[in-house]
């Protein structure tokens, strides 16, 4: 049960049950996640995000699907949202996330060997954009620049944060619960309670 009622694919008629077809096609996935079935209650929104997931999110662009992956498991863990949190650490893990980049990124340890320096410098600016976004400012971007990201790079990081803090408040606010997609080992699963 949700907080807000969703619209799930055995009840999905007309533009939603399309859209539905379109995504699983799109991602050769058997089912349609949970937060697209909280866009479908305004279904011109969720044709949108459903475009957004192929051309932005879940597409290598200027950014790998990796660092996109890291971005969306930090921003979940700091606006504590369990479902995508879960959720991207999963895709984390298929992107080749081990579990100590795991719990480091559920800690919000950013000093761990698990990162290295680009991925911190990243990371920090990203937490920067979630819980203080008007201080960003030029030092911010130009030390980005000395971590060797680029500016379309930067300009990616912030789009992918935004939507990310987008997408956990309305997982929250829905009331999502974790899909429990990860096996996260007695050292993860202790973290992941408490995030």
Not at 74 to 87: E, G, I, K, T
Not at 159 to 176: D, K, P, Q, S
Request: charged share 20%.
């Amino acid at each position: 049960m949700t907080t807000i009622p969703i619209v799930d694919e055995d009840t999905a008629t007309g533009a939603v049950a399309d859209a539905y077809a379109d995504y699983r096609a799109r991602f050769g996935r058997d089912h349609v996640p949970g937060i697209l079935k909280c866009f479908a209650t305004h279904p011109p929104l969720l044709e949108q995000m459903i475009a957004l997931a192929s051309t932005l999110l879940f597409t290598e662009s200027h950014l790998s699907r990796k660092v996109k992956e890291m971005i969306a498991t930090h921003v979940s863990v700091l606006n504590a949202c369990p479902y995508c949190l879960d959720s991207h650490a999963f895709s984390l893990r298929n992107q080749g996330g081990s579990d100590e980049l795991l719990l480091a990124l559920f800690n919000s340890k950013l000093d761990s060997s698990e990162i290295n320096i680009k991925e911190r410098c990243m990371l920090q600016f990203v937490g920067k954009i979630t819980n203080e976004s008007y201080r960003v400012s030029p030092d911010d971007i130009s030390l980005l620049g000395t971590c060797e990201w680029s500016h379309q790079e930067i300009a990616e990081a912030v789009h992918i944060t935004a939507l990310f803090a987008c997408f956990n408040r309305v997982a929250n606010a829905f009331g999502l619960p974790s899909q429990h997609l990860l096996d996260l080992g007695p050292n993860l699963a202790h973290t992941k309670e408490s995030a």
